[in-house]
T-cell receptor, first 116, second 111 residues
């Protein structure tokens, strides 16, 4: 199956700092990638849709200035959590949309962010 | 956005038993995907369905695309301890559009 990587897998930072998370599709090109946030024992909450070469589309209630998304190439999207606070601590997961005849979405392994 | 209703929310079963879970929507979907998520990991794709009525297997897993296009089912036969995890369905209305996710089914297998 298709492979999506995410880096880092875990990050601990101090309140007020910014954290960048990378999402890469390793063996296919993805014009669209998605960023999710997941709380313990909860479903995936879509934060934003990342489109290569254009601005990301944010879901209602998600601050675009807080969660900066850059989709610079067909295989890389980044999420930057700016001025992180403890309430931003969560599990962040990206996925890449593979369109090759049929549509499939593949997930990265996730990034555990802890803000102290 | 769209919300898929997934049931049951959780299941506790004995090893060796069969498992059945489903996902329903008020809207028609053209693609259904089923994922399994282990703790601290991203969801892993299990089965993809692209045609109404389609029945697809992956080992002990079988999933069906409902004929009405508003539901999908996932069955696991002869469950084993490593089947433990959270199972998510996902539906897509049109090619190229986003996928909507179910609320998840948490499966616990008792040895």
């Amino acid at each position: 199956g298709a492979v999506v990587s995410q880096h880092p897998s875990r990050v601990i930072c101090k309140s007020g700092t910014s954290v960048k998370i990378e999402c890469r599709s390793l063996d296919f090109q993805a014009t669209t990638m998605f960023w999710y946030r997941q709380f313990p024992k909860k479903s995936l909450m879509l934060m934003a849709t990342s489109n290569e070469g254009s601005k990301a589309t944010y879901e209602q209630g998600v601050e675009k200035d807080k969660f900066l998304i850059n989709h610079a190439s067909l295989t890389l999207s980044t999420l930057t959590v700016t001025s992180a606070h403890p309430e931003d601590s969560s599990f962040y997961i990206c996925s890449a949309h593979r369109l090759a005849g049929t549509d499939t979405q593949y997930f990265g392994p996730g990034t555990r962010l802890t803000v102290l | 956005g769209q919300q898929l209703n997934q049931s049951p929310q959780s299941m506790f079963i004995q090893e060796g038993e069969d498992v059945s879970m489903n996902c329903t929507s008020s809207s028609i979907f053209n693609t259904w995907l089923w994922y399994k998520q282990d703790p601290g990991e991203g969801p892993v794709l299990l089965i993809a369905l692209y045609k109404a009525g389609e029945l697809t297997s992956n080992g002990r897993l079988t999933a069906q695309f409902g004929i009405t296009r508003k539901d999908s089912f996932l069955n696991i036969s002869a469950s084993i301890p490593s089947d433990v995890g959270i199972y998510f369905c996902a539906g897509q209305q049109n090619t190229g559009n986003q996928f909507y996710f179910g609320t998840g089914t948490s499966l616990t297998v008792i040895p």
